[in-house]
C-alpha cells in the first residue's frame, strides 16, 4: 500500500505540474499567439466586420467552427488560408503574407491544444512605436569630407559629398560628365518642360565660359515656363482636375485659377511654407490677399460626388457617405500631399503597419467638417471683399429676424392658423388646373415691391357697366402656381374719356390699396359698380404693391370682364363687353403665346377644376386672412414692410459691388443648390465610424493632427470656430520641426530630377514603403531647404549643378552588376518624356506653340451636353483650331473620359493622386504618335516650317532633324531620310521623325 505522505506529495506535484503548463500556455497565446491575430487577421474578422462567417474576437467566436481545430494543425482552415502556396497565401487578403515564423507559432499553438485564456478578448492593434526613420526629428548632418584629391575635386556640391560616400562605401564610381548637348536638353526638360532651340544648343556647346552651365541654370529657373513645368508635378500629387468626376462628371468651370495659382506661385519662388498655409488656411491666414482664396482650390481639386450631395439629403445615408468620402478627399490630399503618409487605412480601421489610429484620422476629418466645395469669389480690393462680407452678414442677420417676425405670427394663430394653412396648401394640391397656352397680361419685372404699373381695357364705345371680373393667373415658376402675379395692394378704377387729357375724371371702383390683400388662388375677383353715373369708355387696374416672383417683382392678371348687368354669369363669353377689346398698359412682356396685352381680353383664364374644391379653398384662404388680419397688427405689418425693405436694400447694394473673379475651391458660404447646402461655418458634428460605416457612430472626436510620439499633444478641444481648425492644421505642418513636411518636398523635387526619389515610394514614408536609399542627404536637404528661405529654386541650384546630375546616362556593366536599378546614382537616369512634354515638344518642332498664358482652360473634344451628364467626344476636335496649341498644363482635364492620345502616353490619372508617372512602352504609343489626327497635322506644319526656312529637300532634311534632336544626323542616317522625304514626302518624314528615340526620350 503506498504512503499516503508519498501520495499526497506526488498528487501536489502533478497540480503544480499542471498550473504551470497552463500558466505557461496562457503566457505563449498572450506574448507570442495574440499579436499576430491581432496584427494580421482581426481588421476583417472581428466581431463588427466578419469576414468569411468568421471572428477572432474571443475563442467562444474562434472555436465554433473548424477553422481551428484544437490539436491538429494541418486539419484547421486557418492554418491552411495563411500558409503560402507558390508563394502566395490566400490571407491575409490584402497584406504581405505571414513569415515562416509565424505560422510556426499558430502551427505551435494549435496543435497544443489552441489554449485560450479565458475572458480573453483581442482588441484591433495599434502600431504605437514612433522609432521609424520618418518619424524622427530631422537630422543636423555634417557634409561629408574626402582626403583624396581626386574625391575632393568631384564633389562640387554637398549632394556629391553624400552620394559619393555611398558610391565609395559600396564599391561603385560615378560616371563621366554628360556631352554639352545632353545637358541643355536635360536641363531645359527637367525645369521648363520644353526642348531648347537649336541656337541654344549651339551657344552653349560653343561657349568657352567656365561658368555657361551655372548661367543656363539661372536663365531656366527664371523662365516664365518653369512654373508651368512643375506645377504639372504638383498637379499630378493633387488630383487636379476640371471636372467632379463620379456618375455626373459635371464641369469646373473655375477650376482654372488655382492651376494658375500653382503656377504663379512656383514663379515667384514663393516661400513653401507659405505655399502650404494658404491652401490649408488661406482665407483666415492671409484675409484681403486672393492667393488666401485662390489656393483653397487645393482642397477641392479632387473629385466630387455631384448626385451624393446635391441629389441626395445629407441626412439619407447616400448622402451621409458622400459627405464622408469628400472630407476623406481632403483629409488624405493633405496628408499624402505635405506630409507622404497614407492615412486613409485609417478610415476604417486602426492602421496595421503606422502608429495612426482612427481617433487620429476623424479628428483630421473634424478639422474639414464645415468646408464644402463651390464656386467662390476673390476680388482683387480687400476693402470691397470687407464690405462685401459685411453686407452678407447683414442679410444674414435681417433674414433671421424676418423669419423670427413670421414665426411669431404663425405661434399667435395657434392651431388653427396651422391647421388652416395645411388645409389651403392641401387643397391647391387638388386643384385640377385647367389652362391653354395663353397665360395672361404680365407687367415686365422690377426690384422695387411697391412700383406703381397699369393696365387698362378700353371698350369700343361707352357703355353701362354693371360688373367688372379680374381672373388671376397660373404659372409654375418657382412654385408660385395660382394667383401668379397678381398685386397685393391695388385700385380699379373707370372713365368715360377714350383718352387721358387734363380733364379727365377717373371713378373709384374699388380701392384695395391701403392693406396687403389675399392671393385669390384662381377665384374670380367679382367687383359690382351698379352706381357708377356715367358710360364706361376704360377699365384700369393700377397694382400699387407688385406681387413676388423670386428676389423681383411683377403684375400679372389672366383676364378682364366687364358686364352690363350685375347678375350676369361671369363663366359665359356672352355678354362680356371687354372681349377682344383693345388693351393698354404702363408696360408689358410681350412673349406670345403665353404673355401678352391681347391675352388679357381673349376669353382664356385657368380653372380650378372641381367646384367643390374650389369653394372650400376659397372659405378656407377667407378665414385664415380674416385671422390673420387679427394677428398681423399695424406694428407687425410695418415691421415686415421695414425687413423687407433693408434686406432688399442690403441685396443690391452687395449685388452692386464690383464682383472678384470665381474659383472653385473650399468654402463655407455659397448659394445652396438642390441639397447641397453651406454649413455657414458650423462644423458637422464627427464620430469615429466603425469600419468607416457612416451607419456605426462611435465616439465623437474633437478636430486633431498626427502625433510624433506617445507624448505628443494632438487634439484641439478648445476651436470651436472651423477657420481656426484649419489655422491649427497649417501652422503644424509649416513647423520648422516638422518631421515629415520638409523631408516630403525635398524627396519629390529630388525624384523629378533623378526619376526616382531618395525613397522610391513618394507618397507613403511609413512601414510600408520603402527606406532612404540617402538617409543622411535627405536630412540634409531638409535643412538646407529650411534655412534657405524654403526655396524651391535654390534646391533645383543645388541639385543640377552638382557631377551627380550631369553624369552621363550610358550603361556600365561593372557598375549594374553591383547595383543593377541604379539606386545609387553610379550614372544618369535616362527617361522618356512625359505625355505634356511631348505634345509641347511637337508644337515647338512644328513651329505651332501658343506660349500665351493662363486662363481658361481649352478644350480636346467636342463638348455635348445631355439632362444627366456632359459627354466629351474627342474623335469631333478639330487639332487645327490655334486655340489649342497652347501648352498642355492648361488643356481642359476630365475625369470621367480623359484624353485618350494623352492617356495612351501614360498621362496621370486624375481622379488619384500620381506622385509618379508610370513609363511603359507599346505598340499602341507607337501608333498614336504615327496616326493620332493631332500628330499628322502637326507633320503638315512642321513640313511647311522647314520648307518655307529650307530651299531644297537635303536642306530641309537637316532642318527638320534639327527641330527634333537639337543635332545634325550622321551622313547613313541623313540619306535614308532624304530618300524617305522623296518618296512619300515631307510631312511624312516628320511624322516619322516625331516617333524617333531621340525625340521622346531624354539621355
Known sequence: MMDFFKLGVLLLCVAGFAMKSVAADDQFFEQEVAPILQQRCLSCHNENESKGDFSLHSAA??????????????????????????????????????????????????DQGADWPTDFVLTEAVVSDFDWWSYRPLQS??????????????????????????????????????????????????????????????????????????????????????????????????????????????????????????????????????????????????????????????????????IGHVEVSEAKIDGKVARNLDRDDMVCNTINTFCSITIQCARCHNHKFDPITQEHYYSLQSVFAAVDRAERAYDLDPQIEQQRRDLEAQLAKLTKQQKQLEADIKSLGGNRLQELTTTVASLQSQQAVQKGVQFGYHSTITNNQNTEKWVEVVLPAPQTVGKIVLRPCHDDYADIGSGFGFPIRYRVEVTSDETDHETTQWLMVTNRSESDQPNPALGPVVLTCDSLPHPVRRIRVTATRLAERRNDYIFAISELQAYQDSDAAIDSHEGNLAQGAKVRSFDSIQAAPRWGRKNLVDGHWPSAGDSDVQQALAEAIAERDQLLAKIETKARVAKRDQLKAAIKNARENRDKLPRGKMVYAAATHFK????????????????????????????????????????????YNDLPDEAARRVAVAQWLTHEDHPLVWRSIVNRIWQYHFGKGIVETPNDFGRMGAEPTHPLLLDYLARYFLEHGQSMKSLHRMIVTSNTYQQSSAHREAMAQQDQSNRYLWRMNRRRLSAEEI?????????SLNRSMGGPGYYLFALEKTAHSPHYEYHKFDPADKTTHRRSIYRFIARSQPDPWMTTLDCADSSQSTPRRNETLTALQALSLLNNRFNLYMAQQMAKKVASDASDLPSQVDLAYLQIAQRQPDLESRQEMIAYAREHGLANLCRYLFNFSEFVYLD
Open 839 to 847: 505634345r509641347d515638344s511637337i508644337f515647338v518642332a512644328s513651329g
Open 672 to 715: 445652396a443648390q438642390g441639397n447641397f447646402k453651406p454649413t455657414n461655418g458650423t462644423p458637422r458634428p464627427i464620430h469615429v465610424l466603425l469600419r468607416g460605416d457612416v451607419q456605426q457612430q462611435g465616439t465623437p472626436v474633437a478636430p486633431g493632427v498626427l502625433p510624433f510620439s506617445s507624448t505628443d499633444p494632438w487634439q
Open 141 to 306: 548632418v555634417a557634409v561629408p569630407t574626402f582626403d583624396d584629391p581626386e574625391s575632393r575635386f568631384w564633389v562640387k556640391t554637398p549632394v556629391d559629398a553624400f552620394v559619393l560616400r555611398q558610391l565609395q562605401q559600396r564599391g561603385l564610381t560615378a560616371s563621366p560628365p554628360a556631352d554639352r548637348r545632353t545637358l541643355i536638353r536635360r536641363l531645359s526638360y527637367d525645369l521648363i518642360g520644353l526642348p531648347p532651340t537649336p541656337a541654344e544648343v549651339q551657344a552653349f556647346c560653343e561657349s568657352d565660359d567656365p561658368a555657361a552651365y551655372e548661367k543656363l541654370v539661372d536663365r531656366l529657373l527664371e523662365s516664365k515656363h518653369y512654373g508651368e513645368r512643375w506645377a504639372r508635378h504638383w498637379l499630378d500629387v493633387v488630383k487636379y482636375a476640371d471636372t467632379c468626376g463620379y456618375d455626373k462628371d459635371k464641369l469646373r468651370h473655375n477650376a482654372w485659377p488655382y492651376r494658375d495659382y500653382v503656377i504663379r506661385s512656383l514663379n515667384q519662388d514663393k516661400p513653401y511654407g507659405q505655399f502650404i498655409q494658404e491652401q490649408i488656411a488661406g482665407d483666415a491666414l492671409f484675409p484681403g490677399q486672393p492667393d488666401g482664396i485662390i489656393g483653397l482650390g487645393f482642397l477641392a481639386a479632387g473629385p466630387w460626388d455631384f
Open 61 to 110: 467566436r474562434a472555436l465554433e467552427d473548424d477553422y481551428i481545430v484544437a490539436g491538429d494543425a494541418a486539419g484547421s482552415h486557418l492554418l491552411q488560408v495563411v500558409t503560402p502556396d507558390d508563394g502566395k497565401a490566400e490571407m491575409p487578403k490584402d497584406g504581405s503574407p505571414l513569415t515562416a515564423e509565424q505560422i510556426a507559432v499558430l502551427t505551435k499553438w494549435i
